[in-house]
């Protein structure tokens, strides 16, 4: 009767508040091994149409609320764990001392300049969502709560969004998109945005729709060189996110698709060259291919600029100068922002230098305007390391990037360590690509801080390499091999 009520007189959000209040009493008492896929799945397929389709945009919200929920019931959550569980890990699992005390490092500095800042309350909250709430994933597999396999299953069906999403893409390329043009709302090509959700009429998460072609891409590529995968489904990944690249102008996929393939082939460069050079050669095609399109749907000047007059604008374009900066619109160019920043920053804001102004002083919000962004009519928050610098200094920012780099060589050491399934190793593999992707993105676009589904991949990553390095011990090349995993004879001697 309430929810009736409320609804009749404020309408969707009633509904959406309501509904989360619903799903939230529930969420306390089903299983964390079944409130970790339903996260998974409100991110990469519910949130994103919620926002396009319905136009709630408030529905961003309901990732982070999920992660706020498994947050407040994680201690007792952690209570009952209990030896031989079969829904939980048997061993401790262990992120290796670098990358927890790169996270020590980034999240102390962001809570103390917050403090010192004296960041008001709202701001705190609604900048809480993206430092804070999903970031309980790594506790969950870090304190052994899920199995590892539960992780695996998650990885083995996330590729198929890309199959999934292909007529959400084909809608928005040549229904929404035309529309925009006859309207002159921008450019066109922002609509497309697959599963990832956005603003039919503004843009959209289409740059972690694009960084999640590529990771799946590669993990699908690893899974067929071992033979996990049929040909033919694997072609058809790949074309579908290849497809999904070329129907929405997302340039920075473009350049990652070599950098996540070399991270799959480099390992077999010395034993397999032909193989590998093929391969490689046959991704910088496509990758070219995939350029002459984006010259032909999107190139402004038509067939007067040649595909190489474009390739050169499209990676000197006005988003990377220094100094590019429209007041009308208050849009910062990537490379003028991380100039900016530098310029406000003398040597006389040595404190604002090391730790930054605080959680939310970058943010320009409904809710809430940050202090740094108050003083400027432009966006200063234009990619996540611009955010990073603001808001936890040159401490936090470099503790982010540590953290990165030490996942993705702690993930990439176990590519080819045979003591790993088939599966594992294309896991390993799926996962150096997206960590490296996301480490890539960070003075490109506001992705691991913004896009629940990148952050959710990056967690995925960490917390899989946890529980790798806990049944290891952390030492992939000490560590002796279980008897299962020896020849029949050998362990019949053994025993």
């Known amino acids: 009767m309430l929810g009736g009520l409320a609804t009749a007189l404020f309408g969707k959000v009633a509904t959406l508040f309501f509904s989360v209040l619903i799903v939230g009493f529930f969420g306390l008492v089903v299983p964390v091994r079944m409130m970790v896929p339903a996260l998974v799945v409100m991110s990469f397929l519910v949130a994103g149409q919620l926002t396009y389709f319905a136009r709630i945009d408030k529905a961003l919200w309901l990732p982070f609320l999920i992660g706020l929920l498994l947050l407040i019931r994680f201690p007792f959550d952690l209570m009952q764990r209990a030896p031989g569980n079969n829904h939980q890990y048997d061993f401790d699992p262990k992120l290796g001392f670098a990358i927890k005390a790169s996270l020590f490092v980034y999240f102390a500095t962001l809570a103390a300049s917050t403090a010192i800042?004296?960041?008001?309350?709202?701001?705190?909250?609604?900048?809480?969502?993206?430092?804070?709430?999903?970031?309980?994933?790594?506790?969950?597999?870090?304190?052994?709560?899920?199995?590892?396999e539960l992780i695996e299953k998650i990885w083995h069906w996330l590729p198929w969004l890309m199959v999934f999403q292909i007529p959400l893409i084909l809608y928005q390329r040549f229904v929404i998109a035309p529309s925009r043009a006859v309207r002159h709302m921008g450019a066109e090509w922002d609509a497309v945005v697959g599963a990832f959700g956005g603003n039919p009429e503004g843009g959209g998460a289409s740059g972690a729709m694009g960084m999640f072609c590529v990771v799946a891409m590669a993990y699908t590529v690893a899974r067929w060189r071992r033979g996990l995968i049929g040909g033919f489904p694997a072609g058809v990944l790949v074309l579908c996110g290849f497809a999904s690249i070329?129907?929405?102008?997302?340039?920075?996929?473009?350049?990652?698709?070599?950098?996540?393939?070399?991270?799959?082939?480099?390992?077999?460069?010395?034993?397999?060259?032909?193989e590998t050079a093929f391969a490689m050669l046959a991704v910088f095609v496509i990758s070219f291919s995939v350029l002459v399109l984006y010259k032909t749907q999107f190139s402004n000047d038509g067939e007067s600029q040649s595909v190489g007059e474009y390739i050169e604008s499209t990676f000197k374009s006005r988003s990377n100068d220094d100094d590019f900066v429209n007041y009308r619109t208050g849009e910062l160019g990537r490379k003028a922002a991380l100039v900016f920043w530098k310029q406000q920053h003398d040597?006389?804001?040595?404190?604002?230098?090391?730790?930054?102004?605080?959680?939310?002083?970058?943010?320009?919000?409904?809710?809430?305007?940050?202090?740094?962004?108050?003083?400027?009519?432009?966006?200063?928050?234009?990619?996540?390391?611009?955010?990073?610098?603001?808001?936890?200094?040159?401490?936090?920012?470099?503790?982010?990037?540590?953290?990165?780099?030490?996942?993705?060589v702690g993930l990439f050491r176990y590519v080819s360590d045979e003591r790993l399934s088939q599966e594992q190793q294309s896991l390993a593999a799926g996962m150096s690509v997206a960590v490296m992707t996301v480490a890539a993105s960070l003075p490109y676009n506001t992705d691991f801080l913004f896009a629940h589904q990148t952050q959710?991949?990056?967690?995925?990553?960490?917390?899989?390499?946890?529980?790798?390095?806990?049944k290891f011990s952390g030492r992939p090349e000490e560590a002796s091999p279980s008897p299962a995993q020896l020849s029949p004879g050998m362990g019949s001697k053994l025993a």
């Open 347 to 408: 040597v006389y804001a040595l404190d604002k230098l090391l730790i930054g102004h605080g959680a939310g002083a970058s943010r320009v919000g409904d809710m809430v305007v940050g202090e740094a962004a108050k003083r400027w009519p432009f966006n200063i928050a234009r990619s996540s390391l611009a955010i990073l610098l603001w808001e936890t200094g040159v401490i936090g920012s470099v503790a982010v990037i540590a953290m990165l780099s030490f996942c993705f």
């Open 456 to 470: 959710i991949l990056l967690l995925l990553s960490l917390g899989y390499l946890a529980q790798l390095n806990g």
């Open 117 to 148: 800042n004296t960041v008001g309350p709202l701001q705190i909250l609604v900048s809480a969502k993206e430092y804070f709430f999903l970031w309980v994933l790594l506790l969950i597999f870090s304190f052994g709560l899920v199995r590892p």
């Open 246 to 274: 070329a129907l929405a102008e997302v340039k920075f996929a473009v350049l990652l698709l070599p950098l996540g393939f070399a991270v799959i082939y480099i390992r077999q460069f010395l034993k397999k060259p032909v």
